[in-house]
């Protein structure tokens, strides 16, 4: 469990204990219930990770709502975009092994985490993840609901794919951005796990030289 959890969950329960003793004790069950949800809310559960070659993992538990190409800082990229509702576990964990090579948070709205301008409009934490010869980006973004966003690791760390990073609080959205070469291997309305789905797969750096120098053989002939 996230230490978080045992935060609210001790409150709660001494809430409803004092609740309890100076007031009617059936009136406590209100505090003891939530205790229990913030218990369960900030659980975290063993997964196993793949460990195929290539491997993009979800970075969170949830649905997938997008699965697009889309313009990244001048470049085509494809975007997974995953929504985490008040009842998915709310870890978040790196989608690849690599290093960070940049953690950018930015401020923003607080839109439905299913509204796509959610992406861009937001309050999020921009995690740039160099490993292999690939570049990964994640976002981990708030949503309606969530007001913190956790990430640990710092900028020059090593991360080990489906690693924990951190978490966000409440209902929330996760996006990872991708070379648009990789072999998808989810589609919008599939539920996928935090370390434990596969994504996508990409390509390996010396297919990709291999490919660009037969084209280029190809096009002087």
């Known amino acids: 469990m996230v230490r978080d959890g045992y935060y609210y969950g001790l409150a709660f329960i001494t809430a409803a204990g004092l609740v309890g003793w100076f007031a009617r004790p059936v ?11 913030f218990l369960w809310f900030f659980r975290d559960p063993e997964r196993v990770i793949p460990d195929s070659p290539g491997a993009v993992v979800s970075p969170g538990d949830g ?3 997008d699965a697009s190409i889309v313009m990244a800082d001048g470049e085509k990229k494809v975007r997974i975009s ?15 092994a690599g290093t960070v090579r940049e953690v950018r948070y930015q ?8 509204n796509q301008a959610s992406a861009e409009q937001n309050e999020q934490n921009i995690v740039r993840v160099e490993g292999d ?11 309606l609901l969530a007001r913190r966003i956790v990430f640990h690791p710092k900028v020059g760390d090593r991360l080990e794919r489906g690693q924990r990073v951190g978490l966000i609080k409440f209902g929330s959205r996760v996006d990872v951005l991708f070379d648009p070469d990789a ?9 996928v796990r935090g370390g434990g789905s596969v994504l996508a797969h990409l390509q390996p750096k010396a297919e990709m030289a291999t490919a660009a ?3 280029a053989s190809e096009g002087t002939r």
């Open 183 to 191: 072999r998808v291997q989810v589609k919008v309305g599939d539920r």
């Open 63 to 65: 649905k997938v709502t």
């Open 107 to 114: 401020r923003g709205k607080f839109l439905n985490a299913m």
């Open 213 to 215: 120098s037969h084209s």
């Open 27 to 37: 009136w406590a069950l209100v505090p003891l219930l939530l205790a229990v949800f």
């Open 82 to 96: 995953i929504f985490l509702s008040v009842f998915d576990v709310h870890v978040n964990r790196s989608p690849i």
């Open 133 to 143: 010869g690939h570049v990964v980006v994640f976002k981990q973004i708030a949503g």
